[in-house]
C-alpha cells in the first residue's frame, strides 16, 4: 500500500502543477504585461519537456495508446510556443491552459481508477485468505488473514477520512462504519482463535467480497464512459 500512496501522491502533485500552470497562462492571457507572458510559456514549456523526457523513460509504465497521444500534446505545445513565444493570441494561451486542464483532470481520474482496482483486489485477496485459514481451520494462518485483513481495513479507513478524499460524504461515512465493522468483528474472531466463531468470520468475508465487487463495478461503469 505504501507503494501505492506514494503513486497518487506523485499524480496529485502533478495534477496540481498542471492546474497552475494553466492558471498562470490564463492571466498571462489577460495581461499586457510581456515578461509576464513570457514567464508563463516559459514555465509550461519546460513542464510539457520533462513530461516529455518522462515518458521516454523505462520506468514509465503507461500505455502506448496513452503514451503517443502525451508525445503528441508535448509537440503541439512546443511548436505553439517556438514558433508564436509571447505574440500568441490571447486563444493560443487559453488552447495551451485547457491542454494542462483536461490532462490535469485525466491524472486525477486515473489515479481514482487504479486505487479502486487495487484496494478490490487486495480485498478479494483478503477474503480469500480468510476464508482459505477457515476451511483449514489452522489458528496460525488465521491469525495472519486476520492482522492483514485489519491492516487493510485501516488504510481504507485512514483514506476515508483524508481530507484530500473528494468522495461522497455518505460514501466516506459507510467506509468508515464499515471499518469499525471489521475491527469489531476481527476482536471476536480473535477472542478464542482456536474455536472459530464461524459466523462473525463469513461475514468479514462477505464484507470484502462485497465492498471489492463493488470497487470493480464503479471501475468498469467509468471504463464504458
Same mark, same amino acid.
Given at each position: 500500500?505504501?507503494?501505492?500512496?506514494? #503513486?497518487?501522491?506523485?499524480?496529485? /502533485?502533478?495534477?496540481?502543477?498542471?492546474?497552475?500552470? *494553466?492558471?498562470?497562462? +490564463?492571466?498571462? *492571457? !489577460?495581461?499586457?504585461? #510581456? &515578461?509576464? $507572458?513570457?514567464?508563463?510559456?516559459? &514555465?509550461?514549456?519546460?513542464?510539457?519537456?520533462?513530461? !516529455?523526457?518522462?515518458?521516454?523513460?523505462?520506468?514509465?509504465?503507461?500505455?502506448?495508446?496513452?503514451?503517443?497521444?502525451?508525445?503528441? +500534446?508535448?509537440?503541439?505545445?512546443?511548436?505553439?510556443?517556438? =514558433?508564436?513565444?509571447?505574440?500568441?493570441?490571447?486563444?493560443?494561451?487559453?488552447?495551451?491552459? %485547457?491542454? %494542462?486542464?483536461?490532462?490535469?483532470?485525466?491524472?486525477?481520474?486515473?489515479? /481514482?481508477?487504479?486505487?479502486?482496482?487495487?484496494?478490490?483486489? =487486495?480485498?478479494?485477496?483478503?477474503?480469500?485468505?480468510?476464508?482459505?485459514?477457515? !476451511?483449514?481451520? %489452522?489458528?496460525?494462518?488465521?491469525? $495472519?488473514? @486476520?492482522?492483514?485483513?485489519? #491492516?487493510?481495513?485501516?488504510?481504507?479507513?485512514?483514506?476515508?477520512? =483524508?481530507?484530500?478524499?473528494?468522495?461522497?460524504? !455518505?460514501?466516506?461515512? %459507510? @467506509?468508515?462504519?464499515?471499518?469499525?465493522?471489521?475491527?469489531?468483528?476481527?476482536?471476536?474472531?480473535? $477472542?478464542?482463535?482456536?474455536?472459530?466463531?464461524?459466523?462473525? +468470520?463469513?461475514?468479514?468475508?462477505?464484507?470484502?467480497? #462485497?465492498? =471489492?465487487?463493488? @470497487?470493480?463495478?464503479?471501475?468498469?461503469?467509468?471504463?464504458?464512459?
Amino acid at each position: 500500500m505504501k507503494t501505492t500512496t506514494n #503513486q497518487i501522491d506523485a499524480a496529485e /502533485k502533478e495534477a496540481v502543477v498542471l492546474n497552475s500552470f *494553466a492558471n498562470a497562462l +490564463l492571466k498571462a *492571457a !489577460e495581461s499586457n504585461n #510581456q &515578461h509576464e $507572458r513570457l514567464l508563463a510559456i516559459d &514555465h509550461n514549456l519546460k513542464l510539457w519537456v520533462e513530461i !516529455e523526457t518522462s515518458l521516454k523513460s523505462a520506468k514509465n509504465l503507461l500505455p502506448e495508446d496513452v503514451k503517443k497521444n502525451l508525445f503528441k +500534446l508535448a509537440d503541439f505545445v512546443k511548436y505553439m510556443t517556438m =514558433s508564436k513565444g509571447i505574440n500568441m493570441t490571447k486563444e493560443d494561451f487559453k488552447s495551451l491552459a %485547457n491542454i %494542462n486542464n483536461q490532462i490535469s483532470l485525466g491524472i486525477q481520474e486515473s489515479v /481514482k481508477n487504479n486505487l479502486a482496482a487495487e484496494e478490490a483486489f =487486495s480485498l478479494l485477496k483478503c477474503a480469500m485468505d480468510l476464508n482459505k485459514a477457515k !476451511e483449514k481451520a %489452522n489458528a496460525g494462518e488465521l491469525a $495472519r488473514a @486476520l492482522d492483514n485483513n485489519m #491492516q487493510l481495513w485501516v488504510y481504507i479507513k485512514t483514506l476515508a477520512n =483524508s481530507k484530500k478524499n473528494k468522495i461522497p460524504e !455518505e460514501i466516506k461515512n %459507510n @467506509l468508515v462504519k464499515l471499518a469499525d465493522y471489521v475491527s469489531k468483528k476481527t476482536i471476536e474472531v480473535g $477472542r478464542n482463535i482456536n474455536n472459530i466463531n464461524l459466523k462473525a +468470520l463469513e461475514s468479514m468475508i462477505d464484507t470484502n467480497l #462485497q465492498i =471489492s465487487e463493488g @470497487l470493480m463495478s464503479k471501475q468498469i461503469q467509468s471504463i464504458k464512459k
